[in-house]
């Protein structure tokens, strides 16, 4: 049992024990033979009759009991049909204003659990830690070839990216500012789309590493689509390049019109007039320098497509890239919220019922390892061939070939794991 509901139990136990609800009809009893009495009396008296009872021999409560004090009625005689008027009492009071008492209970209770459960959290935690950091060492030994080259691959692309980058510097400097506007969109186009696939890479890693295939493969879908955009605007180049980073203002101008329109709701200022005017206006810019169809989602790709409003699905089609589809709608699942996703799991091994996993598997690896692999290869491809040099395009052969030995060791761990599910052995999973 977890800790939070240990905690909950425990303060439900404090506030419903039989001594407390002996408490209660006892206060409720004194109360309907002496309404004179003070908080302070009541609660001295509740304690002594409460201890009186519990004491007492079943079905022989017959108590007669003396309160502190100058009142004339000092003498109380309490017997079980006291209690049990009152005990009906409280019952019928519970009963009839079940709601509000349930609420004021929720109220009591939650200051009261929170503080049991930050006063035994560093414990709780420190087993959860340890149970995690065994978990990742299994995993870790039984993935470790794919993820290690999977690392590499990505220490390669980040190394040569950043030389590939002082290269293209020094090619311009030497140029003396002869390089054209859309050779310059090209590259920074690329470079930028480079540095974040990088970095997608990177978190499908610590993904990988701490058992969350989903995950992954949910990270592995955005770098998907970064190396579609990145082979696209290489196929077509400067002007497109140039369209894709001016789209930049559309998209700022649509994100804050949303903002204004929530802002109040949000609790948050909203945006001056002066400042969404000029979004507009830069809007209205490209507008009129591209078109119309410029303002639609995908609007820098709609004049090299033919299309006045295409979709991602359409670059992909036009780079013979909707193979990839399946794949890309499988790790949708595990972004959106459709009921697929509620059933499917790359980190289940061939369920034969429905499986709920609210934590990390030791499954599932091998499709998000290998796709990041081939996703990152690709992006880093359309970079070194921009402007392509003897280094650049070894790289682009080095990565290629090693994105296969990844996918082959991902693969056999794979096989591996499935055997040894059949086996009985190995099945960890991390609630």
């Not at 890239?321 to 699942?333: F, G, Q």
Request: charged share 25%; hydrophobic share 40%.
């Amino acid at each position: 049992m977890g800790i939070l509901q240990n905690e909950f139990d425990r303060v439900l136990e404090d506030q419903c024990s039989a001594s407390n609800l002996t408490k209660l009809a006892v206060r409720h009893a004194l109360k309907q033979r002496n309404p004179q009495l003070t908080e302070e009396r009541l609660t001295t008296s509740v304690k002594a009759i409460s201890a009186a009872i519990l004491e007492a021999k079943e079905g022989t409560i017959n108590l007669s009991f003396e309160m502190e004090g100058e009142s004339p009625d000092k003498r109380i005689e309490i017997d079980d049909s006291d209690l049990q008027s009152a005990l009906q009492q409280v019952e019928d009071k519970f009963s009839s204003n079940i709601t509000k008492v349930i609420t004021q209970s929720i109220d009591e209770m939650s200051p009261s659990v929170l503080s049991r459960l930050y006063a035994s959290a560093s414990e709780a935690l420190r087993h959860r830690h340890k149970q995690q950091r065994l978990f990742e060492k299994r995993l870790r030994n039984r993935w470790k070839e794919g993820i290690d080259r999977l690392e590499m691959l990505v220490m390669i692309a980040q190394e040569a990216g950043g030389i590939f980058l002082q290269d293209v510097q020094r090619a311009h400097e030497q140029a003396e500012g002869m390089v054209s506007r859309e050779e310059l969109c090209l590259l920074d186009a690329l470079v930028r789309i480079h540095v974040r696939s990088c970095r997608i890479a990177c978190e499908v890693l610590c993904l990988l590493k701490g058992g969350f295939a989903d995950g992954a493969n949910a990270r592995w879908r955005s770098l998907h689509e970064n190396a579609v955009i990145a082979m696209f605007i290489v196929q077509c180049g400067g002007d497109v390049a140039e369209r894709y980073l001016a789209h930049s203002a559309v998209e700022r101008y649509r994100a804050a019109q949303q903002y204004q329109q929530h802002s109040q709701a949000l609790g948050e200022e909203p945006l001056d007039d002066t400042e969404l005017n000029e979004l507009a206006q830069a809007q209205a810019g490209l507008v009129a320098k591209y078109g119309n169809d410029f303002r639609n989602e995908y609007g820098w790709a709609a004049n090299a497509l033919g299309y006045p409003a295409p979709r991602f699905a359409d670059i992909e089609r036009h780079l013979d890239m909707s193979r990839w589809r399946p794949y890309y709608k499988m790790a949708c699942h595990s972004v959106h919220a459709g009921a697929q996703g509620l059933y499917f799991l790359l980190a289940v091994i061939e369920p034969t019922e429905p499986t709920l996993l609210a934590g990390a598997s030791n499954a599932g690896l091998c499709d998000p390892g290998h796709s990041t692999a081939i996703s990152l290869t690709m992006v880093s491809a359309a970079m070194f061939t921009a402007k392509a040099n003897i280094d650049s395009l070894v790289t682009a052969q080095v990565m290629t070939e090693l994105c296969d030995h990844i996918g082959d060791a991902f693969l056999n761990a794979h096989h591996k794991l499935v055997e040894d599910a059949r086996q009985g052995h190995d099945l960890v999973v991390v609630y």
